[in-house]
T-cell receptor
Framework: DQQVKQNSPSLSVQEGRISILNCDYT??????FLWYKKYPAEGPTFLIS?????DKNEDGRFTVFLNKSAKHLSLHIVPSQPGDSAVYFC????????????FGTGTRLTVIP | GAGVSQTPSNKVTEKGKYVELRCDPI?????LYWYRQSLGQGPEFLIY????????DSGLPNDRFFAVRPEGSVSTLKIQRTERGDSAVYLC??????????????FGPGTRLTVT
């Protein structure tokens, strides 16, 4: 049973425009959410995170929004750059316990120069 | 500083053989995780170590899988009697528990296991 879902397997965006990647979750016990970026033949690289007590967290070009009532989060990248082209994974965890991450299936972002 | 390293980067083995996959976490990170990523999927949790002990092994698929971390640093994932369905990328991650940034896990490049 997939508790974290990324329903868009791929997304193409023009350089300089905004990229919006979406993620939905089903487990209301999740209280911490993370986005990872993955290049081929490399492990996932941590990008940005958000606690369930917040609804927004911003770090440079990256902003994560959390809508707890809808069990939905999104990652905004603006402006998008060709180097942002990668697979993006949404992940969630429960801070009480092992903190093991539950991952979505990923969205492949292609930023077109 | 040095990140998480994993060896070997690739492993091809025959069905029924035994394999060991190694993970060197970031120095000082007390928490260590193993995940498995199959084609087209996100990583799936296998086991979590806090120090030397396996605090949560609920993700191990069956008793052919075992992991150790005898000195609280390097960890080895062991798979007995490998099956073709074990083919995947095995990822190791570490994190520093007890700090405000302890929830971020830092991943190694993974070991691609192919069982023929």
């Amino acid at each position: 049973d997939q508790q974290v879902k990324q329903n868009s397997p791929s997304l193409s965006v023009q350089e300089g425009r905004i990229s919006i990647l979406n993620c939905d979750y089903t487990n209301s016990m999740f209280d911490y959410f993370l986005w990872y970026k993955k290049y081929p033949a490399e492990g996932p690289t941590f990008l940005i995170s958000i606690s369930s007590i917040k609804d927004k967290n911003e770090d440079g070009r990256f902003t994560v929004f959390l809508n707890k009532s809808a069990k939905h989060l999104s990652l905004h990248i603006v402006p998008s750059q060709p180097g942002d082209s990668a697979v993006y994974f949404c992940a969630a965890t429960m801070l009480a316990g092992a903190n093991n991450l539950f991952f979505g299936t990923g969205t492949r972002l292609t930023v077109i120069p | 500083g040095a990140g998480v390293s994993q060896t070997p980067s690739n492993k091809v083995t025959e069905k029924g053989k035994y394999v060991e996959l190694r993970c060197d976490p970031i120095s000082g990170h007390t928490a260590l995780y193993w995940y498995r990523q199959s084609l087209g999927q996100g990583p799936e949790f296998l086991i979590y170590f806090q120090g030397t002990g396996a605090a949560d092994d609920s993700g191990l698929p069956n008793d052919r899988f075992f992991a150790v971390r005898p000195e609280g640093s390097v960890s080895t994932l062991k798979i007995q009697r490998t099956e073709r369905g074990d083919s995947a990328v095995y990822l190791c991650a570490s994190s520093l528990m007890g700090s405000t940034s302890s929830y971020e896990q830092y991943f190694g490049p993974g070991t691609r296991l192919t069982v023929t």
